[in-house]
């Protein structure tokens, strides 16, 4: 089934509605700029007008964690103004990005006025959690040798730009990657090394970018028969996998 983001799950009187309600920015907001930040108040959701932001999660010790990445006509900070607790994640502007906010007051008067928005709303969360929980299994379940190939795969897909040499995943370092996987920065080096050996990767220095130079490959690498093997098991043993 084809993936729809939020805004195109709506038809054009809620699509009028989100627009008459929210207030739009005159300036986008610029690469590495924060949305929302992790433990602040939640006091405003957002829809993406266009553009991309990276979702992330920082946990004990420093360590961030990779969860997801949204784009043109996604909400983000919705969860937050839904349950009325701190921010669980921070979202940071990955390219210039257009948004349209929606404070508390307004995105509550919103939901109740429209039940259509309400259900809309919380099917895009339902599906985020789903998710969340499909790439644990994927990319934490996985052996370590496989790991790096998957997340790549999964950023290549939500991030990726297309170039001469391949699919260039931009502002992500070897530290980025070894602090998403929790197997520290020379690790992960040694890991992307590995993959470039494989003719998988692009070997151009580079320090904030990844090119994925063999998509297929690097797709047999992380999913091959005995990566296959292995996620099955982990889902088997899983209680809370669907």
């Not at 907001?29 to 266009?50: H, K, M, N, V, Y």
């Not at 103004?81 to 995105?107: C, H, I, K, S």
């Not at 992960?188 to 998509?215: F, H, K, N, W, Y």
Request: include cysteine.
């Amino acid at each position: 089934m084809t993936y729809r983001t939020f805004w195109e799950t709506l038809d054009a009187d809620e699509r009028k509605a989100m627009e008459r309600v929210g207030r739009s920015q005159r300036l986008p907001l610029e690469p590495g700029e924060i949305l929302f930040r992790q433990s602040d108040a939640a006091d405003r959701a957002a829809l993406i007008i266009s553009g991309r932001c990276r979702v992330l999660w920082h946990g004990e010790n420093d360590r961030t964690t990779y969860l997801a990445t949204r784009r043109g006509g996604e909400l983000v900070g919705e969860m937050g103004l839904l349950d009325r607790g701190p921010r669980n994640a921070t979202v940071m502007a990955l390219t210039q990005t257009y948004v349209r906010w929606y404070g508390r007051e307004a995105f509550e008067g919103l939901l109740t006025e429209h039940p259509g928005i309400l259900r809309k709303v919380f099917l895009t969360v339902c599906t985020r959690l789903k998710e969340s929980d499909h790439h644990r299994i994927v990319i934490a379940g996985a052996p370590a040798r496989l790991r790096l190939g998957r997340l790549l795969l999964r950023l290549a897909e939500a991030e990726g730009v297309t170039t001469r040499l391949g699919t260039e995943i931009r502002e992500v370092t070897q530290e980025d990657l070894g602090d998403w996987l929790g197997i520290g920065r020379e690790a992960a080096g040694r890991r992307v090394r590995e993959l470039q050996a494989r003719g998988l990767l692009d070997d151009s220095p580079a320090r904030s970018r990844i090119v994925v130079v063999d998509t297929e490959g690097l797709r047999r690498h992380a999913f091959g028969t005995d990566a296959r093997k292995s996620l099955t098991a982990v889902r088997e043993t899983s209680p809370d996998t669907p």
